[in-house]
Each structure stands twice: as structure tokens, then as C-alpha cells.
């Protein structure tokens, strides 16, 4: 069964404090792993999608990588306003979600 | 990116009462629609794949008379909790996947259900 797994589950950073989230999968044929944006009480917000190892994606201050095995999303310089749960997920039709990374940045 | 509407964003309801929630995708065409259901600080667990034209294809555990999905249309999918109870209580999200693109997901605002 295909398996997410995210770590942290939450992080705390301060204004400026650049970190990385990690989300490490098990799934037999990749057909690509998406990245997520959800606030409280809203549904996710497509960030990004990511096919093959090496690949790499950026919007504003986060950037996306991709191995075999995991992939990371690269917070830098944070602001308050990144703060949100940050969800990766396989395809295809079952999609299957991490649990999330909550990330607080605080001023 | 493509938009997708759900309705109504918020609903309360008495026991034993059912619920519509829509789910629009507003400017492309979704053969393909999910539903999923996310409780507090927990991931969302899909529980069912509706496809226009046919009957929605369930996950192991989710009532399908309790559960009710049409999907009458390309743009439209409906999804109905029906004798609605406290502990159907959750956040529902449907989404949509915009064929035209690079089969990527594309998500309702959600619906946030209190069963009294």
C-alpha cells in the first residue's frame, strides 16, 4: 500500500529562520508527488508537482525537491504569512496524503 | 489555477436530517471528482471517486447509503449525508482533477458539517 510519511508534524520558526520539510514516500511507480498548502478551515492549495529525481521547483520562498525516496520543501526566509499545514501526496488516483507539516512562523 | 466551488462552506443540521454538499468545477471540465473527509489535525482520507455518468467507486469502510455521490455532470458533483449523526460531524473537501493539464488536483473550499 502506498505509504506518506511527513516530518515534522509541527515546527515553530521564527521570521527569517530558514528549514526544511521532509516527506518521505513508499509507492511503486511514482507518477509524480505533490505538494500541498492548507490554512485552518480551508481546502489545500496546489503548490507543486514534482515527476522525477533531481527535480527541483520554486514559487516565492519555497522550493521543492525530489528523490527516489523523499522529498523536501525548502522554506527560506520564512514570514507570518507561510504559516499553514503543508501536505505532500502521491498520485495517481488514490491519492494518498501525509498527515502534514504544521508550520507556525512567528514575527 | 483551476477553480473549484464547493457549497454551502458551513452547514448545521439536526440528527437524522440529510445534507447536500456541492462541489462546481468552475471553469474546466472534471470527469473525475473525490471526496474526502478530514477531522481535526488529521490528514484527509478520501472516501469515495465519483465519475460522471456512473456510480462512484467507495473505500473500504465508507457507507454508500449513508454516503450518497452523483455526479450528473461534468462540472457537478454532489455528495449526500444522509441521517446525518453526531459523529458525521467532520470537514468534507471534494476536488477535481483538470484532465487538460497535468492530472493535477484541484481543491473545494470545503465543507465544515455539525450534526446537532
Known amino acids: 500500500e502506498d505509504q506518506v510519511t511527513q516530518s515534522p508534524e509541527a515546527l515553530r520558526l521564527q521570521e527569517g529562520e530558514s528549514s526544511s520539510l521532509n516527506c518521505s514516500y513508499t509507492?511503486?511507480?511514482?507518477?509524480?508527488l505533490f505538494w500541498y498548502r492548507q490554512d485552518p478551515g480551508k481546502g489545500p492549495e496546489f503548490l507543486f508537482t514534482?515527476?522525477?529525481a533531481g527535480e527541483e521547483k520554486e514559487k516565492e520562498r519555497l522550493k521543492a525537491t525530489l528523490t527516489k525516496k523523499e522529498s523536501f520543501l525548502h522554506i527560506t526566509a520564512p514570514k507570518p504569512e507561510d504559516s499553514a499545514t503543508y501536505l505532500c501526496a502521491v498520485p495517481p488516483n488514490r491519492l494518498a496524503f501525509g498527515k502534514g507539516n504544521q508550520v507556525v512562523v512567528i514575527p | 489555477g483551476a477553480v473549484v466551488s464547493q457549497h454551502p462552506s458551513r452547514v448545521i443540521c439536526k440528527s437524522g436530517t440529510s445534507v447536500k454538499i456541492e462541489c462546481r468545477s468552475l471553469d474546466f471540465q472534471a470527469t473525475t471528482m473525490f471526496w474526502y473527509r478530514q477531522f481535526p489535525k488529521q490528514s484527509l482520507m478520501l472516501m469515495a471517486t465519483?465519475?460522471?455518468?456512473?456510480?462512484?467507486?467507495?473505500e473500504q469502510g465508507v457507507e454508500k447509503d449513508k454516503f450518497l455521490i452523483n455526479h450528473a455532470s461534468l462540472t457537478l458533483s454532489t455528495l449526500t449525508v444522509t441521517s446525518a449523526h453526531p459523529e458525521d460531524s467532520s470537514f468534507y473537501i471534494c476536488s477535481a482533477v483538470e484532465q487538460s493539464n497535468t492530472g493535477e488536483l484541484f481543491f473545494g473550499e470545503g465543507s465544515r458539517l455539525t450534526v446537532l
Open positions: 465519483s465519475n460522471e455518468g456512473s456510480k462512484a467507486t467507495y
Open positions: 514534482l515527476y522525477s
Open positions: 509507492v511503486s511507480g511514482l507518477r509524480g
